[in-house]
Every structure is written in C-alpha cells, then in structure tokens.
C-alpha cells in the first residue's frame, strides 16, 4: 500500500504560479511511475504531467512549457511547479503512483491516489 498526501495549491490571479507536492509514505518505491492529474467541475478528469522510472518526464500539451514536475528520491516526493496559470488550469489535482511501464505514465491506471489539491486561478 502507498499513501499519498499533497500539499500547496490555492488561489492565484491568471499569470501567477503556484506549486503542488505530493509526499509518498508506505510501500514506496523508486520505481514507480508518479504523476499529477486533474478534473475540473463538470469535466472528466486528465493527464496533467507525469514523471516515469528512470526520470524521463511526460506533459499534456496544454501544459508544457509552463509547468514542471520533479521528483525527490530521496524523501518520495513529487513535485509540480506551474507558471504562467490560466482559468482553465482550475481544477482538483491529483497525484498518482502506480509500478507502471513508461508508456503508461500517462495513463489514468494508478491504483495509488491522494486526496486532491485545490488550484484556482481567476481570470
């Protein structure tokens, strides 16, 4: 079992950053491929961005160049820096971590889920 526990987000004018962590507890492993989703109300949830086993980073293309994961080996944390925000980056987000494939990263197939993280950005 993984518990994941994230913290940061809020609120922030359309331009601004803010940034998210995910901290990993349990059966953790550096093999594991971790990730940030997020559903906003009303809509399906989606692939934010997602960080695979040997490093190599995965983005949606409504986000990338703008934000940025990273992880910490050493302490299991996830990380997610966003810049640039805009009203459509509000939404619930979630971390993710799961053994999968890097192919998979992506995917909404993680069996390990935090609770959510609040990200609203005014326009």
């Known amino acids: 079992q993984v518990q994941l526990a994230e913290r940061g987000g809020g609120s922030v004018q359309a331009g601004g950053s803010l940034n998210l962590s995910c901290t990993a507890s349990g059966s953790t492993s550096s093999t594991y491929c971790m990730g940030w989703f997020r559903q906003a109300p009303g809509k399906e949830r989606e692939a934010v961005a997602a960080?695979?086993?040997?490093?190599?980073?995965h983005y949606a293309d409504s986000v990338k160049d703008r934000f940025t994961i990273s992880r910490d080996g050493t302490n299991n944390t996830l990380y997610l820096q966003m810049s640039s925000l805009k009203p459509e980056d509000t939404a619930m987000y979630y971390c993710?971590?799961?053994?999968?494939?890097?192919?998979?990263?992506?995917?909404?197939?993680?069996?390990?889920w935090g609770q959510g993280a609040q990200v609203t950005v005014a326009s």
């Open positions: 993710a971590a799961d053994l999968l494939s890097a192919a998979y990263c992506l995917n909404q197939i993680y069996n390990y």
């Open positions: 960080i695979d086993t040997d490093g190599t980073t």
